[in-house]
């Protein structure tokens, strides 16, 4: 992934890794803490039965997994000093099913100095394995140092 | 509010039960794996700090689906539309998180209702984790 320094103007480009959403990951996310009695949970993203209940083909990964990865993308560009004061805005556009290659990206919207870094506005999303973008926003955040 | 109630039938104002969970490191290695992340800062504090829960955790703990008051009826289910986020401050392993949930916007489009929740996480210290505004809807039975 190309990193985010300093010097970086509007339009610069960043991608992520692939992530593939294996039915044994969502289970682990959505199904509930793996001590729990009965574990997994049932639910859309763990159990294919209550999925086609609900009119789904496939289990649907939960949005907050994925949305995990573009948070992910925040924390490598920006440290964990984002946790304090970052922000993110992010619009769920399309269903991501189980087996689905999901990989985040970001793009230098804005700029701005600060007197001990530089302020970013940054255009986000994650692309399915066919290219289709299921998830867009944005996300702001400070890198220190100039 | 502690009664359940369908989670589609709460007005502007009204909040489901709140919910508090206590961090384990297993819990947390639980979504480190769920997210294919195994950075150290999961692992490892710094700076004399206890090891940083995952944010994809703190997610999904605070999605509504969580609270024990929250319920839809058989067939139905979330749809997640989208979530506006400030990060206040980072949460650590070994802590209990507090959750809160308010109804604060209900509106129309496309012919579906959304609801939109003010979520709010706090620690046992009372430090402000993060606040995040979720737009929901709602499916049922060969709607998707």
Not at chain 1, 90 to 96: D, P, W
Not at chain 2, 40 to 62: E, K
Request: hydrophobic share 35%.
């Amino acid at each position: 992934m190309t990193d985010l320094t300093t010097a970086s103007q509007p339009g610069a480009e960043m991608r992520g890794r692939d992530y593939r959403l294996s039915p044994a990951r969502m289970r682990a996310f959505s199904g509930g803490p793996f001590e729990m009695d009965g574990w997994p949970l049932v639910n859309i993203h763990t159990d294919l039965a209550h999925a086609e209940s609900c009119g789904l083909k496939k289990r649907n990964a939960s949005g907050t997994q994925w949305q995990g990865y573009v948070i992910q993308m925040m924390l490598d560009l920006f440290g964990t000093g984002w946790l304090s004061r970052g922000t993110i805005e992010t619009k769920f556009i399309r269903m991501v099913l189980e087996d689905d290659v999901i990989t985040p990206w970001a793009v230098v919207a804005e700029r701005e100095d600060l007197d001990d870094g530089v302020k970013f506005a940054l255009e986000i999303g994650c692309d399915n394995q066919d290219g289709v973008t299921v998830l867009a926003g944005s996300a702001t955040g400070i890198l220190r140092g100039v | 509010m502690s009664e359940r109630k369908v989670a589609t039938d709460l007005a502007v104002g009204e909040s489901y039960a709140p919910y508090s969970f206590h961090v384990t490191p297993d819990l947390n290695e639980q979504y480190c794996y769920a997210e294919e992340d195994y950075d150290s800062r999961y692992r490892q504090g710094d700076s004399g700090d206890p090891p940083l829960v995952h944010p994809a955790l703190i997610l999904n703990m605070s999605n509504r689906t969580r609270s024990p008051s929250f319920y839809m009826p058989e067939g139905h289910s979330v749809l997640h539309a989208k979530d506006i986020i400030e990060f206040i401050s980072p949460a650590y392993v070994g802590k209990k998180l507090n959750v809160t949930w308010t109804v604060c916007e209900r509106y129309k489009r496309r012919g579906r209702d959304f609801m939109v929740i003010d979520c709010r996480v706090i620690d046992e210290d009372g430090r402000d984790i993060f606040r995040r505004f979720s737009h929901n809807t709602h499916i049922k039975g060969g709607e998707a």
